[in-house]
């Protein structure tokens, strides 16, 4: 549809732009157009003979018409630099019971899990060296947490799932090794991911003592499926909508952050360098 309007927008002011350039037809025109509402139309087709043969007798007139036309539209395609997939700060929250917690009090972070939990078999295969990832929540920034503590809290009080933070913030070195691992690990380069900012975080759940990633444990499918609902209900974008898949990852978008080279954030005295 989308195309079709801009055909038609594009034939409009053609024939405007042509009927400027020759403004001998536009009389004949207006009475190609009453005749043709009293006749059914021949008058048209006599019309259409009649500016062909205009047309043809003025090529440089139609030739600089066509200039004017198709110029301006070459150069908006050609002189346009490289997208940047910067997004505002609006964000909505479609569900009451969110917007009802996100003005409330203040959310806590859960306690830290075990480190041991993210050094299993499981959790390597599926996301080596994930143990060496920060799970500070005090590195996040303050509205990102608190929208994704309201996701913690209802994914367990809804659905019972518990979740896990298996990585928050990631600092642009660790961000630049995980990039030149080739695309199937990161599209992103350092400083052009959420998690340099503070505004991204990648979750997991947790059931009987473990970290559960598995994409195919169906009941972990179906916690997925339930945490990317709750998470875009809180205003943040799920990565279980990219084509690139990544069902864990969530972040809150901000205009004017990726690109931007991030400050380092200084943890709080007493934290170890993975604490939660």
């Not at 700060?89 to 306690?111: C, H, K, M, S």
Request: with cysteine; glycine share 10%; charged share 20%.
């Amino acid at each position: 549809m989308i195309v079709y309007g801009v055909l038609v927008t594009f034939l409009a002011v053609a024939g405007g732009a042509l009927l400027c350039v020759f403004p001998g037809q536009r009389a004949r025109l207006a009475a190609a157009w009453r005749g043709a509402v009293v006749t059914g139309g021949a008058p048209v087709s006599r019309l259409s003979r009649r500016l062909g043969g205009a047309l043809a007798a003025h090529p440089a007139q139609l030739a600089g018409a066509l200039l004017l036309l198709v110029v301006p539209t070459l150069l908006v395609f050609g002189l346009r630099g490289p997208a940047i997939f910067d997004f505002g700060d609006e964000q909505r929250v479609t569900d009451r019971q969110i917007a009802v917690l996100l003005e409330g009090e203040q959310l806590v972070p859960p306690p830290p899990l075990p480190p041991a939990v993210f050094t299993t078999r499981e959790v390597e295969q599926i996301r080596p060296g994930i143990v060496h990832a920060s799970r500070n929540w005090r590195l996040l920034d303050a509205e990102f947490t608190q929208r994704l503590l309201v996701v913690f809290k209802l994914m367990e009080e809804r659905h019972g799932y518990r979740m896990a933070l298996i990585e928050g913030y990631r600092s642009p070195e660790r961000q630049a090794r995980l990039f030149e691992q080739g695309s199937h690990v990161t599209q992103a380069r350092a400083n052009m991911s959420y998690h340099q900012h503070g505004l991204a975080a990648d979750l997991a759940f947790f059931r009987d003592g473990k970290v559960v990633i598995s994409e195919r444990d169906p009941w972990a499918m179906r916690g997925y499926e339930l945490y990317g609902e709750i998470a875009e209900q809180a205003g943040l974008t799920w990565g279980g909508r990219w084509k690139m898949r990544d069902l864990g990852h969530v972040e809150l978008r901000r205009k004017g952050v990726l690109g931007r080279a991030a400050a380092t954030p200084e943890p709080p005295a007493g934290d170890a360098p993975g604490a939660e």
